[in-house]
């Protein structure tokens, strides 16, 4: 291979996009250079603007988007100065795009065969038979099940992980010399998402071609890239070989990216369990989502629901908080029964359990301000009125490490971070003893997490707050659960002291989730698939 | 490269560009920034408010003062002639905004307090109260509203009251549906969820967490409703069917000076006399359309960057 | 079963369920009449016993149930019953059957919405899609600002201006519409020609509107992005992955627009005197002759839900989910 002529060479690209009537810049001065056959990592937070630069390595700005500056050469030929025919005469062809969300990126009303053919036979360099027997070759290699017929199905009629892989083919069919792959498995279950990226690079690596790959977990891109390049605010912060960036990151900004990782605390459990659940069974309608759950909830500690989507830990906080109430089992609190319903329960029940969610955006109404959202329990639930409310609501301000100048904004004046905090310190102004907390790192960047979870840690200590953690993430386990239960397809796998969790043998599902988080160390994923052929030789 | 605080704090996170103002600077903001469309349609609704408001201060006769000459010209004492029984022209034009955008604001009115009432009921409810409004009115809806009022009216006879009630009740489905929708957007919301968990009332919950939430789409329908009911009830009184004399109304106008149209090629003034009324109409819907279009896209827009 | 076929006969079913209830509701609008509306027909000086023969011929001697079921199955045979008009105190009956005085205007009415939709339909679907293929353009912005001018008008108000401008100071088109049926195609079409295009202007404005608002919407997913990222060309992108995706959208906008032709028909027939079935609906509820303004409605509500049952069987047919279940 010649590595002496990059494949691709970014100088000073400066892209701006269209928001509240004028330009303003996304992507602001970016180099990159691109060998043929090589993979580059593009790893950042939201808002890095890394797809934006991504599709500008193929000349392509989103609509409301504009390249506004800076030299893009694929190839010896300058996209910048490109006309839009010699860009398309590229595009699908040279260079492919790998989209996030397969589903909504294949076309509903044809079938992926028809998809995949389209880029080499449109483009004139296969005939429709040659391209479809080079996409049934693809579709085997992608490991994706009967690879000579599943072409003919539609895209809505195979499963997601399927459907990413059967993308990757596409992108591959024209035979390109890059590929763009666009955070490609971040909606993916975990155990999914191995075999996936598995998939993904031995195509990659047997076909020779060069790719960017694009993601905002460190450890997923470690396993596919040779050099990663770190973005921030639409800047490169470094970029360096995968190895070297993950034994000695240079930039402080790098080393929070696994911020997460960094906090542990040992699993402690207590005799008092202030929340128990005995035997729950629970529908939707007729449809089972949880079967004989059994779970009980140390005074002062933390117990972490995980499972993947589906596996009904939400559904296990519906039924705590009363929204579902349940068909068989029962709740209890301090030892007594809690009415299943939320109808029957007393307004000082209501107060004892609460609940933060995901996503803080939903979880507050937009139109009240701070002040508002966080006095409301004060005034419910405690009957203070004026200037105590102020007053207690300075104080929970305070104690999740904001100021009055908070008091008056609404939801929309404020940062994620800051949102999450005012949702826990809506749940801190009732005063309660457990608080149920679904998912509420996940939708934030990593060093933020952080910041949440030493928060949530630091209440727990002073207040003796009871958490039940509702998460998908492994990581986030390890750093602040005590006891730990594993769910799937609506029962309780294995459940215990976190060490204990953690520490082989495991059941074969919790093998399997815990084997299946990407670790921060390149050749995992060798090892990993390695792992996976021995036991199905052996088993 | 960008500095990196070395110690995270919250507080000094960035959150979205703030500057604090009250409703009434951002108000002003948004329409130093409105289109000339807005602003036109603005100054039409204002106007026409002001000329139904002081209707018989403007008006330079009364609205069923009879002179002797019918379909007189235009005169310095008759500016617009007089129609065919020798009413002032512009007199009645001038008490017919007071009329007609009296009687279809009233009637919006009165079908956004049945439509929409019954929706938040049906959406916070759910269950059987939901479904059951739903089909009724599912079912009102399969006949064209015009259809429907002519059979009404036809039952009932015309008269100010029975337009006004079965346009509104016709009307209300409308209303019905689409407060019915975007207040189910906000009912799914978590935000509602963690009301209801904290223990909240119904009402507290329609009150609070709901209807300020869906006041900017529904006031945006109720641009599009005046228009919609403006319309009809001009299209009835048109047809004969609405307004009744000798109330000055800008339909029946319409209709009662149609034959002068055919001299508009011997003297043109007296050929646009009887659509001087409709313009009337089309000015205002064409006004209300603008600022709602205009409305629509601030709102939407402001959706965007959260 | 093909789950194509479930659900388009549910929709069928749903759509025959909302007729049954229509009807219904129209055939209890003589249970609202005042008690003493035979006398208002009759006329003042009508005896008791030609009050008492024609409560008999209305059935008002039987129950609801009765009556409704004789109505209808009378509907269904294409028997609308007797109009009210016509008919003397003295008890002579000059009365005419509904069917006959709706029958030709019927054919009339649809005649105009026919002519009108044909010119219509492809007109404002091809303005529709090239304003949404060339959004914020000049172009775009000009059709945008005078559709929206125009459906804010009243129907009457174009029409009287198309009269003013074209049948008085420029007097090019009758602006009388009266047709008759002896009359030849061509001057049928020739005297059609000023309020079939007043409807086409507020038609076309609405429909335009609603196609490109649809095919905006269109446009923006994310497969329409992928096939740019494919480098195909622009028209492939369009006819190939667009337009199979488009069809339920537009069928849904040519059938809410022809659904809504048949209303505006009415104020329309009543400026250019077209003796269509809108003109004679408006003169029976003047003359409160129920029969006729029952038959009417029933007429056009049954065209209103078949279009709207129509579009919604052609989505369903159209939408790959459907078609090819799992």
Known sequence: MNTDT?????????????????????????????????????????????????????????????ISGGEILFDGIDLMRASEAEKQALRGVRIAYVAQSAAAAFNPAHTLLEQTIEAPVRHGLMSAAEAADYARTLYAAMDLPDPDTIGDRYPHQVSGGQLQRAMTAMAMCAKPDLIIFDEPTTALDVTT??????AMRKAIREFGTAAIYITHDLAVVAQMADRIKVLRYGEEVEEAPTETMLAAPKHPYTKSLWAVRAIRKPGETGPDKVLELNGITAAYGTIPVLRDISLAVPRGKTVALVGESGSGKSTTARVITGLLPPVAGEV???????????????????????????????????????????????????????????????????MIELDDSFMDRLPGELSGGQKQRICIARALAAEPDVIICDEVTSALDQIVQEGILKLLMKLQRTLGLSYIFIT???????????????????????????????????????????????????GWLEDRIAAQARTASGG | MTDTPETYSAAAEIGAPRTRRGPGTRAWLALKKAPVSAWFGLVVICAYALVAIFAPLLAPHGEAQVFAQPYAPWTANHPLGTDQIGRDILSRLIYGARNTIGIALTTTLLAFLIGGGLALVAAIARGWTDQILSRLVDVLMAIPSLIFALMLLSIFGASVLSLIVIIA?????????????????????????????????????????????????????????????????????????????????????????????????????????????????????????????????????????? | MHPVLTTVIQRLALGLLTLFLVSLLIFSAVEFLPGDFTQAVL????????????????????????????????????????????????????????????????????????????????????????????????????????????????????????????????????????VTPEMPLGERIWRCILPSATLMLVIVAHMMRMTRAAIINLLASPYIEMARLKGLSARRVILYHALPNAWAPIVNVIAFNLAYLVVGVVVVEVVFVYPGIGQLMVDAVTSRDIPVVQACALIFAGTYITLNLIADILSIVTNPRLLHPR
Request: net charge neutral; hydrophobic share 50%; aromatic share 8%.
């Open chain 1, 332 to 398: 209890r609190f301090e030892g007594a029964p809690l009415p299943p319903a939320l109808r029957g329960r007393s307004r000082d029940q209501l107060r004892r359990i609460q609940m933060i969610y995901q996503s803080a955006d939903t979880a507050m109404n937009p139109r009240h301000t701070v002040h508002e959202i966080i006095g409301r329990p004060v005034q419910f639930y405690l009957g203070k009125s004026g200037a105590e409310v102020t007053a207690r609501v300075s104080q929970l301000l305070d």
């Open chain 1, 193 to 198: 998402q191995v075999n996936v990226l598995a």
């Open chain 2, 169 to 306: 009740v016709l009307d209300s489905t409308r209303v019905f549906r689409i407060t019915r929708a975007v207040a189910m957007n906000v009912v799914v919301m978590e935000y509602v969820e963690a009301a209801r968990l904290r223990g909240e009332g119904t009402w507290w919950i329609m009150r609070r967490e709901i209807l300020p939430n869906i006041m900017p789409p529904l006031v945006a329908e109720f641009g599009l409703r005046f228009c919609f009911v403006f319309l009809t009830i001009a299209a009835l009184s048109f047809l004969g069917l609405g307004i009744q004399p000798p109330t000055a109304d800008w339909g029946s106008m319409v209709r009662e000076n149609a034959s002068l149209i055919q001299f508009a090629q011997y003297d043109l003034k007296a050929g646009i006399t009887p659509l001087l009324p409709a313009a009337a109409i089309a000015l205002l819907t064409v006004g209300v359309n603008f600022v709602v279009d205009w409305f629509l896209m601030q709102t939407s827009g402001l959706k965007d960057e959260h």
């Open chain 1, 6 to 66: 990059p494949l691709l060479t970014m100088r000073g690209v400066r892209i701006d996009g269209f928001a509240d009537e004028r330009w303003t810049p996304i992507v602001k001065g970016v180099d990159l250079t691109l060998h043929r056959g090589q993979v580059l990592g593009l790893i950042g937070e939201s808002g890095a603007g890394k797809s934006t630069l991504g599709l500008a390595a193929m000349g392509f700005a989103r609509p409301g988007c504009r």
């Open chain 3, 43 to 178: 006329g003042q000086s009508a005896t008791e016993e030609t009050v008492a023969a024609f409560r008999r011929e209305l059935g008002l001697d039987q129950p609801a149930w009765a009556r409704y079921l004789d109505w209808i199955g009378g509907v269904v045979q294409g028997d609308f019953g007797t109009s009210f008009s016509g008919r003397a105190a003295s008890g002579v009956n000059r009365s005419r059957e509904v069917v006959d005085l709706v029958a030709p205007r019927l054919m009339n009415t649809l005649f105009l919405a026919g002519m009108t939709a044909l010119v219509a339909v492809p007109l404002a679907l091809f303005l529709g899609i090239t304003a949404a293929l060339w959004r914020n353009s000049l172009y775009d912005r000009a059709v945008n600002a005078a559709t929206l001018s125009t459906i804010s008008m009243p129907e009457f108000f174009v029409a009287y201006i198309l009269i003013l401008v074209f049948g008085s100071l420029v007097p090019i088109f009758p602006s009388l519409a009266n």
């Open chain 1, 472 to 522: 998908h993430d492994i990581d986030t386990v390890r750093a602040i659960a005590d006891e730990v239960v594993v769910m799937f397809q609506g029962e309780v796998v294995e459940q215990g002291l976190k060490e204990q969790i953690f520490a082989p043998p495991h059941p074969a599902y919790t093998e399997l989730l815990l084997s299946s988080v990407p670790k921060m160390e390149t």
